[in-house]
């Protein structure tokens, strides 16, 4: 199951899952988000989806 719990100061977030939950979090989002953008816009979004990927994965991994 994940959890997600407010930092202290309510800046962020802490996501907490097994090894599981973690990787079927990171497949659902990169389904979604993998493709062409279609503007400017979209590829931010893209590039800070792919940024919070990379955190979800170093997490299931074991680096985080």
Not at 18 to 26: A, E, F, G, K, W
Not at 35 to 56: A, C, R, T, V
């Amino acid at each position: 199951m994940i959890k997600v719990k407010l930092t202290d100061n309510y800046t962020g977030v802490q996501i907490t899952g097994d090894y599981n939950d973690l990787n079927y979090l990171y497949d659902c989002i990169f389904h979604l988000v993998n493709g062409d953008p279609k503007s400017i816009e979209e590829e931010i979004m893209q590039n800070h989806l792919f940024g919070f990927l990379y955190d979800i994965r170093h997490a299931y991994q074991g680096d985080r």
